[in-house]
């Protein structure tokens, strides 16, 4: 089946990346450009069924990218769909007006782009087809049944091959044997047909020469004896002859016989060596993805406190979450990312409208009212998130359609845990906070699928 080509036009890599997998999704092969100029250059050697162009980008915009496009004729036939979060009428006008087939949002149903592309024939509509199981139960059932396999490859393939191989000899020897006797049997008849001719012609010439009446003397006798024993003595020799011939068919069996046994206990020491290469093989990489995990981790939670005013998960940490998620897709991670949000633990004083704030720094750590967080009793992840990062975990095709769950967990005072310990020597308000400042933080876990 030939796939179609679809060229992604986006200067933002996580949204490239979440077209490509919607469009992966439709059979389409993808190709990737991160601005109007490149996508020109890439059109200048290869060709697409569709662009998904985006309209703001650096350098050349999308709307000026499609007029360029258009005013080519190599290129003028490939339908345009402008791939952007901008909206309104005059926009949509201005992007048909130059040759564009329509508008997609960026937060784009996959039914809708499925319509699409069912109108721009590059899809078949298979809606109605019978459902079929799906891929993961496959995949599913298949990864249980292969302890089992692995448990009877070896005997099967001994027990087939040698099974074969005998079941072949057997039928080489009856057939053997068969035309052996055969042609023996074929060889008597004519030998003892020839004989009773030649008997018959004898009898008629002492007829005529003794006459109807005279009667076979002893000599006559012994003649017709001797001549009805010899077809007896060949078909005995030739009979004799067939066994002999089968003794040695049947030694070269048990040589081949041998021969096979020792070839399939080569093999399945051969296969036995092969499963355990794999298994270490497995094995190590195994190990090397986790250690490429514990090493990410690491990298992530390095400097991860938040000051006093920020909200734990907001706008910078959706973005440094977008960057994780990009990469561990690319990476083929399947599992849960965990977001565990800890609370600082603060030296206050008491605000003018009854509430907590940060005091003066070089205030004395005694003179502080309230040592904790303005959280310390609320353990609810909404009051953690921004309203911006929540729709993020909600709507992004990297946390729905990437096979990798998020889980934020909000702890409380009671079960926040320190990074770092608060010296008994700590003088002023300020250096308490500092240290608040970086147990007040984000902790990520990356735990893969079993």
Sequence with gaps: MAFKRALVVDDSRSARLALKM???????????????????????????DVIFMDHSMPGMTGLEAVSVIKGNPRTAMIPVMMYTAKEGEVYVGQARALGAVGVLPKQVHPGALFDMLLKLGLVKDRRAQPRTKPAESVETAEAGADDIERQYDQQALGMSVQALVSRILEDQHEVLRS??????RNFAKLVAAEIYEKQRAEEEQLQRRSGPEKKYGAGALAAIMLVLLVPILILIGLLWQARSERDVALEEVAAIQQATRQEIVAAQAEATDLLSDIDAERVESESRFLSSLAALEWAMNHGSGIPFEETALNEQRQETLEGLLVYLADLGFQGTVRLDTHLGEFCLEESATGGYRLPPPDMPVEECDYFGHPLDRSGSVSDRQTVGFANFLAASPLVNDTG????????????SSRRYMFPANLQTAGEWNRIAEQNNRVEYSLVPNP
């Design 179 to 184: 035309d052996i006797l055969s042609s023996h």
């Design 404 to 415: 990798i769950e998020i889980r934020v967990v909000a702890h409380s005072r009671t079960d």
């Design 22 to 48: 919607l469009l992966e999704q439709n059979d389409l092969k993808v190709h990737f450009a991160e601005t109007g100029e490149e996508a020109i250059d890439f059109l200048k050697t290869q060709t697409v």
